[in-house]
């Protein structure tokens, strides 16, 4: 058994045990980040010029079951991030290959991917990138709400072909293991936390070869074909006078208003309403024709540009892994990453490492909700008797201001009453008012 230098000797008794057909399985590549991740790793310089480049940082994560089972998280948000590592170039043709790794979304994710990819031939690592050619990329896919599946695309001479089916992914904020295994038979199944989700045939799910037959481009639809499903019922009959029924009447209960005056309103007509009678315009009945063929449909005939590839599944060089994203808002976390020609193995390896924490993780994220939710209730009952204070010193500051208001008004009433004697109940009396007019117009002095 092939396993690649790093891996724990827990890990290697456990699939020691699993089964007899553990025994003949091949590990291509795994990394679980443990001690050492970093010498197998490639951060590329993409985007690095641009100030766009994200950095990795090496974590377990805010919430996990094992503070110790690390992995490799996005930590900037609006960044670029793409890594990648080598492994013995090697080729599926036929055998089983068998993808499988862990992912983290802590973000909440909104926008932003959670796959890999497969590699081959000849990479420059520090420059691998979103153009560089890939065999396989794998994974997660979150944007809005229109969004959220997993990605399963295979390229073949150049072309990327996307999966026809639409396969959800998760969407919290928790671990889950995915996994893409492909046969020698040309079969597929995607497997979400060890559960298979989707399964089927690359034929028929990949538009990777032409169609093996095509609608006949020669065949033309007969001219007697009948295809009306139904005709009209030759014994159904419009009603004699059916045309003559109004589609209003006058109101019958409508009376004739007593002050109405026909000199000067004119001849009162009593008001329409719906005629229940009226029926709409009259429309055949329809049946069931007997004569009815069905839709036509060309004969189908084989495509004369179909080539069958029995190695539609196979990819000749298969040499690195990489991861490659674009992160809205940060915080994927990658780990536990397997490439083999086991499922069994590969489902051995996902249960001892995301399956024997997953409880204690989802503990953790509890309590850490549970404190996020109590910090925040805090934070608002203190904004709320902030906001209470300000109210309550604004209602003093206005007090004091209406006081001394109030005060500078009895002072001003006061000494113009001292003076002229006319102000009376916040009102001037007869003989002030004529003092001013005197004064505004005649200058006569105050007294």
Not at 319 to 330: A, H, N, R
Not at 376 to 405: F, Q
Request: glycine content about 6%; some cysteine; aromatic content about 12%.
């Amino acid at each position: 058994m092939a396993i690649r230098r790093g891996a724990s000797y827990a890990f290697v008794a456990a699939l020691a045990l699993a089964s007899v057909a553990a025994v003949a399985a091949e590990v291509f590549f795994q990394e679980k980040f443990e001690d050492g991740w970093e010498n197998r790793w490639v951060k590329s310089e993409w985007k690095k010029d641009e100030n766009m480049a994200g950095e990795w940082n090496h974590t377990s994560g805010k919430w996990n079951g094992d503070a110790e089972d690390k992995g490799i998280q996005t930590s900037e948000d609006y960044r670029f991030y793409a890594i990648s590592a080598e492994y013995p170039e090697f080729s599926n043709k036929d055998k089983t290959l068998v993808l499988q790794f862990s992912v983290k979304h802590e973000q909440k994710l909104d926008c932003g991917g959670g796959y890999v990819k497969l590699l081959g031939g000849d990479v420059d690592q520090k420059k691998f990138g979103g153009d560089t050619q890939y065999s396989i990329m794998f994974g997660p896919d979150i944007c809005g709400y229109s969004t959220k599946k997993v990605h399963a695309i295979l390229t073949k001479d150049g072309k990327n072909h996307l999966i026809k089916k639409d396969v959800p992914c998760e969407t919290d904020q928790l671990t889950h293991v995915y996994t893409l295994i492909i046969r020698p038979d040309a079969t597929y199944s995607i497997l979400i936390d060890n559960e298979e989700k989707q399964t089927g045939s690359i034929y028929d799910h990949w538009d990777i070869l032409p169609p093996k037959q095509i609608k006949d481009p020669e065949a033309k639809k007969p001219e007697d074909w009948d295809d009306k499903e139904y005709i009209p019922d030759p014994e159904d009959k419009k009603p004699e006078g059916y045309d003559d029924i109004p589609k209003e009447i006058p109101d019958p209960d409508a009376k004739k208003p007593e002050d109405w005056d026909d000199e000067e309103d004119g001849e009162w007509t009593a008001p329409t309403i719906p005629n229940p009678e009226y029926k709409g315009p009259w429309k055949q009945k329809k049946i069931k024709n007997p004569n009815y063929q069905g839709k036509w449909k060309a004969p189908m005939i084989d495509n004369p540009d179909f080539k069958d590839d029995p190695y539609i599944y196979a990819f000749d060089s298969l040499k690195y892994i990489g991861i490659e994203l674009w992160q809205v808002k940060s915080g994927t976390l990658f780990d536990n990453i397997i490439i083999t020609d086991d499922p069994a193995l590969a489902k051995t390896f996902a249960e001892e490492t995301w399956g024997k924490h997953k409880e204690a993780e989802k503990a953790a994220f509890d309590e850490a909700e549970k404190k996020k939710e109590e910090e925040e209730a805090a934070k608002a009952g203190d904004e709320d008797d902030d906001l209470d204070d300000e109210e309550d010193d604004d209602k003093a500051d206005d007090k004091a201001d209406s006081d001394v208001e109030d005060s500078k008004d009895s002072d001003d009433e006061k000494h113009m009453s001292s003076r002229w004697r006319g102000w009376r109940g916040g009102h001037w009396t007869l003989g002030a008012m004529t003092k001013i007019y005197q004064f505004s117009h005649y200058e006569v002095p105050f007294s």
